[in-house]
């Protein structure tokens, strides 16, 4: 029998949100286990992190089936690869009991087909990801060098659930700083990070406290109720 809540990371890349969040894991502040880390990326310097840990790992290398599927044109360009790619995730992830899923620098976009598998239910969603902007603002990839290029004063990052629009979930929690004109890119994604590090493990806090209410407000938008 199982007694603990779960949850499992994917990553792409060097993973400093992963190991925050599992730092927060062993120090108690996060009342769940880490149930596995999966990568896209055979190559992300996460996984050997992850490893060192003893947490299990797994990788769908991406690349090397979109390589091998990608001799047509059209959607078989597209979509295909990346179906055939998130049968093989979903496959991993089945091996897994868990009860959320945290994107934490996972560089592939998730077919609704995948939400609807993981997070059946947009009013109990169970997919988290950190976006490195304060969104509605600069979705999409360079979230911190989109932010920089249009000159705004703040920045920041956001902590979000998934649903089937780009970076468009209920926002959970979000940081600020100050971009000073002395900033260069390096300069803000430090800060940026810095504030990631200490929110997701807020937010995943949060969710395993029981305490995120997801509701349509009178706008129409799901939002995040904290208690
Ligand atoms: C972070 O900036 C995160 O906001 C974005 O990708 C980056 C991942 O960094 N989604 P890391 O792999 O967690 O160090």
Excluded at 113 to 123: A, C, Q, T, Y
Excluded at 143 to 168: A, I, M, P, Q, S
Excluded at 212 to 219: F, M, P
């Amino acid at each position: 029998m199982r007694y603990r809540s779960r949850f499992g990371l994917l990553i792409s890349g060097r993973g400093s949100n992963m190991q925050a969040l599992v730092r927060a894991v062993r120090q108690d502040h996060i009342p769940a286990d880490i149930a596995f880390v999966g990568s896209d990326n055979p190559q992300a310097l996460g996984l050997i992190w992850a490893r060192e840990q003893g947490i299990e790992t797994f990788v769908v290398d991406y690349q090397s089936i979109f390589q091998r599927i990608n001799s047509g044109s059209g959607p078989t360009r597209s979509l295909i690869p990346r179906i055939i790619a998130e049968m093989k995730l979903l496959e991993q992830l089945k091996r897994y009991d868990f009860d959320l899923l945290c994107l934490a620098g996972f560089m592939r976009i998730l077919t609704s087909r995948f939400i609807d598998v993981v997070s059946p239910n947009p009013d109990c969603p169970s997919i988290m990801n950190i976006h490195p902007s304060l969104l509605p603002a600069f979705p999409g990839v360079d979230g911190y060098g989109n932010t920089l290029r249009y000159g705004c004063r703040v920045g920041g990052c956001t902590v979000h659930f998934v649903d089937k629009g780009k970076d468009t979930g209920p926002i959970i929690g979000q940081r600020t700083f100050v971009i000073e004109s002395s900033d260069t890119l390096d300069s803000i994604c430090t800060k940026g990070l810095k504030l990631e590090h200490q929110l997701y493990p807020l937010c995943v806090r949060l969710f395993f406290e029981g305490r995120l209410q997801v509701k349509l407000n009178s706008a129409g938008h799901r939002i995040v109720f904290v208690q």
